[in-house]
C-alpha cells in the first residue's frame, strides 16, 4: 500500500443490491493533491457516491504527470470497491495549465500539438499526449494536453475511458442557467494553488484563463486586472466561486475586500443526488460531478 496517499472522504448513498455497474457513469479526478472518484446511477440519473483521496507531497514539477499516478490510482479504485468494475461509461477529468478553446470554425485537427506549444513554448512534447473534445453548446474544442504517463495508467486500469480537461465540464456547468444573461459574469473555481477564470455573457464563453498562484494577494491582483482588461468593475461585476474555497479562506477574506457581490455555485441541477452528498458545500467537486455533461 502507498504511503503517500489516504482517504479523506467517503460517501455512500443508496445502493441497488447487487449494484449494476453497467448501468453506472464513473467519474475519475486525477490531480496533483486529490483522486476523487463519483458514481452515477445512470437509471435513476443520481449521484450515489463520492470518494476522495489525498495525495501527500506530490509536488512534480510535470503538472501534466503528477506523481505515481497508476499506484495512486489503482489505491483508489480498490478502497471505492471500483476496481475491475466495468461501467456504462468512464471519464478522467485531469488539471493543468496546458488548455485553450477554440472556435470550431478555426479548430485543425492535425494542429493541436503546434497551437499549444505556440502558447506554451516550455511543453515537453516528447512524452506528451494531445487532445482535443468538442463542446456543440459553444461550437468550440477544448484543446489540451497531458503526459503519456497518465494515459498509460488509465488505460492500464479502466476499459474505454475518456480523458478530458477539467475546463470542459466547468464551461459547460456554468454556462448552464446563464444563457440569457447579458451581464458578464466571472466564475472562479479554485484548486491547489491555481485558479480557474472564466467570463460570460449571454451563454458564450468569452475567456478561460487560468490564475497560477502561491498566495492570495497574488490571486488578487492578477484576478483584478484581468477584470480591468476585460472592462468589469469589480464593485458592479458578480462573481460565482466554486472548488477549494470556503468561508474564512485567505482567498475569499482578500477577494471580499474588492469584490462584494461574492456568491458559491450550486450543483448543477441536470442530476440527483443522494442525500449523503448534503454533508459536503454544493460547490465543491463543480468539475467533477458536471464531468456527465461531456460528450
Known amino acids: 500500500m502507498p504511503n503517500d496517499i489516504a482517504k479523506d472522504l467517503n460517501l455512500k448513498g443508496s445502493f441497488p443490491d447487487p449494484v449494476a455497474y453497467e448501468h453506472c457513469h464513473l467519474s475519475v479526478s486525477l490531480s496533483r493533491k486529490e483522486i476523487a472518484l463519483a458514481l452515477l446511477d445512470a437509471d435513476k440519473n443520481t449521484y450515489i457516491q463520492l470518494d476522495s483521496y489525498i495525495r501527500k507531497g506530490i509536488e512534480d514539477p510535470e503538472p501534466s504527470a503528477p506523481g505515481p499516478v497508476r499506484e495512486h490510482l489503482e489505491y483508489a479504485l480498490k478502497g471505492s470497491g471500483l476496481e475491475n468494475k466495468t461501467c456504462k461509461k468512464t471519464r ?124 492570495s494577494n497574488d490571486m488578487v491582483y492578477h484576478l483584478l486586472a484581468l477584470m480591468k482588461r476585460s472592462d468589469m468593475d469589480p464593485k458592479d461585476s458578480p462573481v460565482i466561486l466554486s472548488g477549494n474555497i470556503d468561508h474564512g479562506d485567505d482567498a475569499y477574506s482578500g477577494l471580499s475586500d474588492f469584490i462584494p457581490s461574492l456568491t458559491f455555485s450550486e450543483r448543477v441541477t441536470a442530476f440527483k443526488y443522494d442525500t449523503v452528498f448534503e454533508d459536503i458545500p454544493q460547490h465543491r467537486y463543480m468539475d467533477l460531478l458536471s464531468l456527465p455533461l461531456c460528450e
Do not use: W
Open 92 to 215: 478522467i477529468l485531469i488539471e493543468n495549465p496546458f488548455v485553450t478553446f477554440v472556435p470550431s470554425k478555426y479548430y485543425d485537427q492535425g494542429g493541436n500539438e503546434a497551437m499549444l506549444k505556440t502558447l506554451y513554448p516550455y511543453l515537453n512534447s516528447g512524452a506528451t499526449h494531445f487532445n482535443a473534445t468538442l463542446l456543440p453548446s459553444i461550437d468550440a474544442y477544448c484543446v489540451f494536453a497531458y503526459s503519456e504517463k497518465v494515459e498509460k495508467a488509465v488505460n492500464s486500469l479502466l476499459m474505454n475511458a475518456r480523458i478530458f480537461h477539467q475546463g470542459h465540464p466547468l464551461v459547460l456547468a456554468f454556462l448552464t442557467g446563464n444563457e440569457q444573461s447579458n451581464e458578464k459574469k466571472i466564475f472562479l473555481n479554485f484548486r491547489h494553488r491555481a485558479c480557474d477564470v472564466m467570463i460570460t455573457r449571454t451563454g458564450k464563453l468569452i475567456l478561460f484563463n487560468t490564475i497560477p498562484f502561491e498566495n
